[in-house]
């Protein structure tokens, strides 16, 4: 009953910048925090950033002050914007949203983001 699809993904250089996007669509009552996470080969996922339905922003160590996430609340959808990316950003990007007065979670399909030379 909901769907998250995940846009922006691709190849880009070191020093790069790309922007992800994913819209939410279905049966939707609220939207709580959304976010962001990524899976290397032979990694765990990781979670990358989250921002609540407030605004509130949280970023893994790796990627502060480089990413920036934000939403539009009113098209529900969330954004990672990318600066300055380096190779060991290169993984799936999947995005997440709790959503519901009864939350549940819900994830994207992934995009792929690679960074090369």
């Known amino acids: 009953q909901v769907q998250l699809v995940e846009s922006g993904g691709g190849l880009v250089q070191p020093g790069g910048s790309l922007r992800l996007s994913c819209v939410a669509s279905?049966?939707?009552?609220?939207?709580?925090?959304m976010g962001w996470y990524r899976q290397a080969p032979g990694k765990q996922r990781e979670l990358v950033a989250s921002?609540?339905?407030?605004?509130?922003?949280n970023y893994a160590d790796s990627v502060k002050g480089r990413f920036t996430i934000s939403r539009d609340n009113a098209k529900n959808t969330v954004y990672l914007q990318m600066n300055s990316l380096k190779p060991e950003d290169t993984a799936v990007f999947y995005c997440?949203?709790?959503?519901?007065?009864?939350?549940?979670?819900?994830w994207g399909q992934g995009t792929q983001v690679t960074v090369s030379s």
């Open positions: 921002i609540t339905s407030g605004g509130s922003t």
């Open positions: 997440y949203a709790n959503i519901g007065l009864w939350p549940r979670g819900y």
């Open positions: 279905g049966s939707i009552v609220s939207i709580n925090t």
